[in-house]
């Protein structure tokens, strides 16, 4: 799997820097709060649980999976939704949180699916955000990195399902998926 990467941009200590800086500012803004976080499967599994850990607050946890990319590297321009969280949301704090921000689709049909519930709020926190890849409009509250336009794979983020479970975030050989 290692041999696959290019080269790895954000290291394990990275990230959990990273963790600990969003989760502070988590922290210092929801205090006296209690927000429903809301993850964003599937890529989101390790920087969910870690952010978390990483925010002093009582809060509720949820889950939605929605997907677009059905493991390729291009977004294929319809998410669909895969499973609906179990919360009521209406009037509640919510927070969303993503592994990257890449063309804007996940995050914008997210908006638009989840405030028609009528959230009291409604922010965002993405661990990557990569501007260059943006085709529809979308933004973050809250981001780790902001990354370049390449295709990233590892800590959550897969290729054909596949590279999710390495460490760190790098950047995929570009020889893996040509031809493909
Ligand atoms: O800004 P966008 O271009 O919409 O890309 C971002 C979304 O793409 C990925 O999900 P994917 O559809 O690959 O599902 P997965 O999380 O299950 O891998 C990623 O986890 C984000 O949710
Ligand atoms: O760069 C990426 N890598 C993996 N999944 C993604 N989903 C959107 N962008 C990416
Ligand atoms: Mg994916």
Same mark, same amino acid.
């Given at each position: 799997m290692n041999n696959d990467i290019e080269r790895v941009l954000y290291s394990q200590d990275d990230i959990k820097a990273a963790c600990q800086r969003l989760g502070a500012q988590l922290t210092e803004d929801y205090a006296g709060k209690r927000p429903l976080v809301i993850g964003v499967l599937k890529g989101v599994i390790f920087f969910m649980t870690d952010l978390l850990r990483e925010m002093d607050l009582m809060a509720d946890l949820d889950f939605i999976d929605v997907s677009s990319y059905h493991g390729g590297t291009?977004? +294929?321009g319809e998410v669909t939704l895969e499973q609906d969280i179990s +919360?009521?949301?209406?009037d509640r704090d919510v927070i969303i949180v993503e592994d990257i921000l890449d063309s804007g689709r996940t995050l914008a049909y997210l908006k638009d699916f989840l405030e028609a519930r009528q959230p009291r709020s409604f922010k965002v926190c993405t661990l990557?955000?990569?501007?260059?890849?943006?085709?529809v409009e979308a933004r973050a509250d809250y981001v780790g990195f902001n990354v370049p336009n390449e295709f990233l794979v590892g800590y959550g983020l897969d290729y054909q399902e596949f590279y999710?479970?390495?460490?760190y975030v790098g950047i995929l050989k570009p020889e893996v998926y040509a031809n493909k």
């Amino acid at each position: 799997m290692n041999n696959d990467i290019e080269r790895v941009l954000y290291s394990q200590d990275d990230i959990k820097a990273a963790c600990q800086r969003l989760g502070a500012q988590l922290t210092e803004d929801y205090a006296g709060k209690r927000p429903l976080v809301i993850g964003v499967l599937k890529g989101v599994i390790f920087f969910m649980t870690d952010l978390l850990r990483e925010m002093d607050l009582m809060a509720d946890l949820d889950f939605i999976d929605v997907s677009s990319y059905h493991g390729g590297t291009a977004s +294929t321009g319809e998410v669909t939704l895969e499973q609906d969280i179990s +919360t009521d949301i209406k009037d509640r704090d919510v927070i969303i949180v993503e592994d990257i921000l890449d063309s804007g689709r996940t995050l914008a049909y997210l908006k638009d699916f989840l405030e028609a519930r009528q959230p009291r709020s409604f922010k965002v926190c993405t661990l990557l955000d990569k501007p260059e890849g943006r085709v529809v409009e979308a933004r973050a509250d809250y981001v780790g990195f902001n990354v370049p336009n390449e295709f990233l794979v590892g800590y959550g983020l897969d290729y054909q399902e596949f590279y999710r479970n390495l460490p760190y975030v790098g950047i995929l050989k570009p020889e893996v998926y040509a031809n493909k």
